[in-house]
Structure formats: structure tokens, C-alpha cells
């Protein structure tokens, strides 16, 4: 196995460089490859353009930093999840990237809606939730057993509905014990009550 330390010549470009510079490849003697990454890396993109291929851009990338493959921006390691699978140990897409695929994702995979379907509700409520008219709608609601989406609500509602176990009748008497007419069941037999007409 090459030693990490050492030097070696790229049969491409002719270059004297450190064994880091070289890929690893097991079948050579030195169990490095011919060409250094460099090199390869040049190879390989102009093999993929005249194919007619997609070719990520070349951008200079400082030390510590990664390009993100979904905005184009250049990032510091800290925006990337770690990857152990991948070359370098990080994301080929950056946090926030994956944090808005994952909201497109979640709302397709729960809710069956697009994200431009869910603005399309919120602007229908114009912009404010179904329940209390004043805060902005961030969740999206629904049945619990039919799985029909029923608008987009705030956090405090969407969590009462919830709390309220999706029951008109429970609703109602929280909006009657909010207006003051507590409820008062009438005891018919043992563990029997009526509730109040």
C-alpha cells in the first residue's frame, strides 16, 4: 500500500505530487491510480460533455467549504450533513436544501398536495388560519380517518383540533363552556349520563 506520505508522478499531466493527490486503486502496485484527481476529474467532465451529458460546473472551492449540487452555492462544512457512504463524508446537497425537499416531500407523502397547491389554500384563507382569523397557517390539516385535507391551520388551533380529538361535539361544548354554559350532565342510571339538550 502507498505510502501517505510520499510523492508520486501523474503519468497525464506530469506533475510531481503528494500520494493524496491520487485516488486509490488496489490493482497497482503503488495501490494508487496512474492519474491525480485532478487530472481524472478533468477527464471525466470533458468524457460526460462529449457525450452530451450534464456537467456539473468546476468552481474553486476554498478549504472547509463544499459546492452544494442543488443551489449552486458554495457552503462551509457546517451546512452538511454528514454522509459516511460519500468520498468526502458530507451531503451532496446542503441543510436547507434538504430541509425544503423534505417539506415538499412530507406534504406529498402525507397529504397527497404540492407545496404550490398548499400556497394555492393559504391564499384562498387569505393568509391567515381557518380558525382564529388572525395568526398565518403553517400546518396542514386533516382528517384523521377519511385523510381528506380540510384547510391550513395555525400551530395552536391545529393542535386544539387535535386535542379535541377531531369531535364536532367535544367543539361544541368547549365553545359552550367558553360562553359560559358549563356543562352539567344529568346522572340516569349508574354510569349512564345524559348529556344537557
Not at 37 to 46: K, L, P
Not at 115 to 125: F, G, K, L, N, T
Amino acid at each position: 500500500m502507498a505510502n501517505e506520505g510520499g510523492a508520486k508522478c501523474c503519468v497525464r499531466c506530469g506533475e510531481v505530487k503528494p500520494h493524496a493527490a491520487f485516488a486509490r486503486k488496489r490493482s497497482n502496485l503503488d495501490g494508487l491510480h496512474h492519474h491525480c484527481r485532478d487530472c481524472s476529474s478533468d477527464y471525466h467532465r470533458a468524457r460526460q460533455e462529449s457525450l452530451g451529458r450534464k456537467v456539473r460546473p468546476k468552481v474553486d472551492v476554498p478549504e472547509g467549504h463544499k459546492l452544494c449540487l442543488k443551489c449552486g452555492e458554495v457552503k462551509p462544512w457546517s451546512e452538511w450533513y454528514r454522509n459516511a457512504t460519500a468520498s468526502d463524508g458530507l451531503s451532496t446537497r446542503c441543510k436547507s436544501c434538504r430541509a425544503v425537499e423534505g417539506r415538499a416531500g412530507h406534504l406529498k407523502r402525507n397529504y397527497n398536495l404540492t407545496e404550490a397547491e398548499r400556497d394555492a389554500m393559504v391564499a384562498s384563507q387569505y393568509g391567515i388560519c381557518a380558525i382564529c382569523l388572525s395568526a398565518p397557517p403553517v400546518h396542514v390539516d386533516h382528517c384523521h380517518k377519511t385523510g381528506r385535507v380540510r384547510g391550513v391551520l395555525c400551530f395552536n388551533c391545529n393542535s386544539a383540533i387535535g386535542k379535541l380529538r377531531d369531535d364536532p361535539d367535544a367543539a361544541r361544548r368547549a365553545a359552550a363552556y367558553l360562553e359560559g354554559n358549563l356543562w352539567k350532565p344529568t346522572l340516569v342510571a349508574p354510569g349512564v349520563y345524559q348529556l344537557p339538550s
